[in-house]
T-cell receptor, first 110, second 113 residues
Framework: RKEVEQDPGPFNVPEGATVAFNCTYS??????FFWYRQDCRKEPKLLMS???SGNEDGRFTAQLNRASQYISLLIRDSKLSDSATYLC???????????FGAGTRLFVKA | EAQVTQNPRYLITVTGKKLTVTCSQN?????MSWYRQDPGLGLRQIYY???????DKGDVPEGYKVSRKEKRNFPLILESPSPNQTSLYFC????????????FGPGTRLTVT
């Protein structure tokens, strides 16, 4: 079983739609949580950190449920430019090891 | 401009021919790491370095070596590449292990025939 699991998708949505991605993690030493965005064949870039209280950055909302070991990302009012792969990322206690999910592919269509 | 650079960006080589992929960062970051990315598997950590002369294995270190003689550089060495090391490789750095954001290089696409 992978330590960080994501639905690979792809998710195909029209512009303006709301889409939600889920992620589960299994390592009890997981300390910090993030969503990264990766465009095709490019390097991953930090989208946002994820906090237990939930956090929002414009159209993006991230949630963490430590009891269920579950992380989510909600994208509202999808734009064509949101098309990318979204990586769920977990950093273990101590900060030395980082585990990436395989990613969820999103296509936003006009 | 703050950045992580990797060279080469693309490399096709043959089994057994030693190669080095260079990685350099200009942000004075202590922590650097190497990942490989394969379809369906996501990024997997190969090696990481907490500072000069301090390195440790990640999840998939077999067949790779690293060194950290200077803070800015963290080369990845494949002493005897094999076809199963065909992959997309990323170098990354962050200011320290507890820092949130990790900055990635542009990637090196390696094919071993």
């Amino acid at each position: 079983r992978k330590e960080v699991e994501q639905d690979p998708g792809p998710f195909n949505v029209p512009e303006g739609a709301t889409v939600a991605f889920n992620c589960t993690y299994s390592n009890s030493a997981s300390q910090s949580f993030f969503w990264y965005r990766q465009d095709c064949r490019k390097e991953p870039k930090l989208l946002m950190s994820v906090y237990s209280s939930g956090n929002e950055d414009g159209r993006f909302t991230a949630q963490l449920n430590r009891a269920s070991q579950y992380i989510s990302l909600l994208i509202r009012d999808s734009k064509l430019s949101d098309s990318a792969t979204y990586l769920c990322v977990v950093k273990l206690t101590g900060g030395f090891k980082t585990i990436f999910g395989a990613g969820t592919r999103l296509f936003v269509k006009a | 401009e703050a950045q992580v650079t990797q060279n080469p960006r693309y490399l096709i080589t043959v089994t057994g021919k030693k190669l080095t992929v260079t990685c350099s960062q200009n942000m004075n970051h202590e922590y650097m790491s190497w990942y490989r990315q394969d379809p369906g598997l996501g990024l997997r950590q190969i090696y990481y370095s907490m500072n000069v002369e301090v390195t440790d294995k990640g999840d998939v270190p077999e067949g790779y070596k690293v060194s950290r003689k200077e803070k800015r550089n963290f080369p990845l060495i494949l002493e005897s590449p094999s076809p199963n090391q065909t992959s997309l490789y990323f170098c990354a750095s962050r200011s320290d292990p507890l820092a949130y954001e990790q900055y990635f290089g542009p990637g090196t696409r390696l094919t071993v025939t």
